[in-house]
């Protein structure tokens, strides 16, 4: 049983240390769904029904309604819905006040939030494309042939016969620069980690990337180990996330195991506690009588710049630079030996 001590405060590490148990496992659940559904804008209706899919109950909607002081809209609502031609189950009406009381309190702790949403909106339906603040963009171009009024609504024959498309491209045009954000940062994230996988000579591999989730086939002997390196090159502070906290939640789903083939496999795995790459790296020499070792991340394997040598000059001092030069040949990284571009691709793509 998880006891929970109100005489003091409850920081993020804390909750973070367990949130394996409930309620924080709940809470924790609730808030990735209004995370991901809120920031793009969802409505409530749409919220509410995030909320069933990830197992928010009947009773903790009650129990919201009456911690948040929302009895009396719940009350109204269910005075509107009697009065519907096509009235809800009360269990329906209480998901969507509860989705419409959390959606309010989210934009209004968030007040510019909205205003994103609303500006990336506009600028979509009047060139028919969003752009990401590092340069990626994301056409629209169906936007370009529909009929819209000046308050940016579909008009005529096309209200009919694509509102369900022109809701798709309204979403898609405030969640890309989001989503490619996230791609953005993963992206150092995984070329760090492909770096080390190569110069440590493993087996496991990064295979794919959806948004700011990396996927991976790992050799089992391996797990602990590429675990915590992905933790480590994930959590590496650098623009823009500069000052934020980072970390990297590791869910394994075992192809060998048939509970986890059923079940779990891929769409979520079993959650593992992740070492810090030192204790992992010692872990691993000592159990195979190897000498890994780790330098940090750096911004070198991610932008070609002649003053980002550090991580090459590293490999240099510790290996030798015949040996790095020879690494660097084998693994696909041609060295460039111009001086105005003197630094060396460490991974193909």
């Known amino acids: 049983m998880l006891t929970i001590d109100n005489s003091q405060e409850l920081t993020i590490h804390d909750f973070i240390k367990n949130k394996e148990h409930q309620p924080f ?11 991901f559904g809120l920031i793009f804008g969802c409505t409530a209706p749409t919220f509410a029904g ?3 899919q990830a197992n928010f109950t009947e009773a903790e909607c009650d129990e919201f309604i009456q911690l948040t002081n929302n009895t009396q809209a719940y009350n109204a609502a269910l005075a509107n819905n009697m009065g519907s031609k096509h009235p809800m189950k009360t269990a329906d009406v209480k998901f969507l006040v509860v989705a419409d009381a959390m959606r309010t309190s989210f934009f209004e702790t968030y007040q510019g939030l909205m205003g994103r949403i609303k500006r990336e909106q506009a600028f979509a339906l009047a060139h028919g494309y969003v752009r990401s603040w590092h ?21 005529g024959a096309d209200r009919s016969l694509y509102s369900k498309m022109f809701s798709h491209l309204l979403n898609n045009a405030c969640n890309s620069t989001v989503q490619t954000m996230e791609s953005r940062i993963a992206f150092a994230t995984w070329v760090n980690i492909a770096k080390y996988l190569a110069l440590w000579e493993l087996k496991s591999y990064c295979w794919n990337n959806i948004h700011d989730s990396l996927d991976f086939y790992i050799y089992k002997p391996e797990l602990e180990l590429v675990v915590a390196l992905a933790n480590a090159c994930a959590a590496w502070e650098r623009e823009p996330v500069k000052g934020i906290h980072m970390s990297f939640d590791a869910e394994i789903s075992d192809v060998q195991d048939y509970e986890h083939r059923c079940n779990t496999y891929y ?40 003053n980002r040598l550090s991580m090459y000059e590293k490999y240099c001092k510790l290996n030798g630079k015949e040996n790095v030069d020879e690494w660097l040949e084998r693994w696909g990284g041609p060295v460039i030996n111009q001086p105005a571009m003197a630094t060396r691709r460490v991974v193909n793509g």
Not at 25 to 35: I, L, S
Not at 141 to 149: F, H, M, N
Not at 276 to 297: C, F, M, Q, S, V
């Open 135 to 155: 340069g990626p963009v994301r056409h629209l171009a169906e936007l370009r042939y529909l009929s819209i009024s000046p308050k940016g609504e579909l008009q």
């Open 50 to 52: 995030m909320l069933k």
């Open 267 to 306: 769409k979520a795995g079993v959650g593992v506690d992740v070492l810090p790459i030192e204790e992992a790296i010692e872990h691993y020499n000592k159990k195979n009588g190897t000498d890994l070792r780790w330098y940090g991340n750096d911004w070198l394997f991610d932008r070609y710049a002649s």
């Open 25 to 35: 496992k709940g809470w924790r659940t609730t808030a990735k769904v209004e995370n």
